[in-house]
């Protein structure tokens, strides 16, 4: 149990559409991470969000945006849906600049199938 | 080309005996992390590496990282059914904690 929870579970959508997908972080995590992960491969980092502002970003067009909000919950935005975003979100909280064992928590993430 | 290789791809051991996962990076890291994963489901962190020639322990995993800190293993002793997953390491290279570049994955089955 990692205090990190997202939802929806699972999701389908069909192309073109838009969908939003939400994090609740842990108490106190001021930093939020996006991760892409397709079938077979290792995750791949969308964007951070630190204080509520985008604090660096993967290889991801503009259709996928994110906000942070101060009661350390975050959404994961993407427009104009396609095949290829197929996969699983994971969504990961952190406190940053304090130990190095106080890492990334990683949530159990959303699977989203788009057809 | 991938920054980040593990190897192998996939493993399927007899339960009791030892295995090794590599994770090799093509420069230098800041950390090195460990994840286990279950088909499907969120990352579970194992471990976490950031000195050179560093080796951390737990349970019956062990991790090292190399002196150049460009590649670090994972062995597990005596395996069990229940460390049957998905390892990822994933690299740090900025200090940011939060953009971490993922391998693809080595895949244990453990058989009873």
């Known amino acids: 149990e990692t205090g990190v929870t997202q939802s929806p579970t699972h999701l389908i959508k069909t192309r073109g559409q838009q969908v939003t997908l939400r994090c609740s972080s842990q108490?106190?995590?001021?930093?939020v991470s996006w991760y892409q992960q397709a079938l077979g491969q290792g995750p791949q980092f969308i964007f951070q969000y630190y204080r509520e502002e985008e604090n660096g970003r993967g290889n991801f067009p503009p259709r996928f945006s994110g906000l942070q909000f101060p009661n350390y919950s975050s959404e994961l935005n993407v427009n104009a849906l396609e095949l290829d975003d197929s996969a699983l979100y994971l969504c990961a909280s952190s406190l940053p600049g304090t130990s190095p064992t106080d890492t990334q928590y990683f949530g159990p993430g959303t699977r989203l199938t788009v057809l | 080309s991938q920054e980040l290789e593990q190897s192998p791809q996939s493993l399927i051991v007899q339960e009791g005996k030892n295995l090794t996962i590599n994770c090799t990076s093509s420069?230098?890291?800041?950390?090195l992390y460990w994840y286990k994963q279950k088909y499907g489901e969120g990352l579970i962190f194992l471990m976490m590496?950031?000195?050179?020639?560093e080796e951390k322990s737990h349970e019956k995993i062990t991790a090292k990282l190399d002196e150049k800190k460009q590649q670090s293993s994972l062995h597990i002793t005596a395996s069990q059914p229940s460390h049957a997953g998905i390892y990822l390491c994933g690299a740090d290279y900025w200090g940011s904690q939060g953009n971490l570049i993922f391998g693809k994955g080595t895949k244990l089955s453990v058989k009873p």
């Open positions: 420069k230098t890291l800041y950390g």
């Open positions: 590496l950031q000195k050179g020639g």
């Open positions: 108490s106190g995590h001021n930093t």
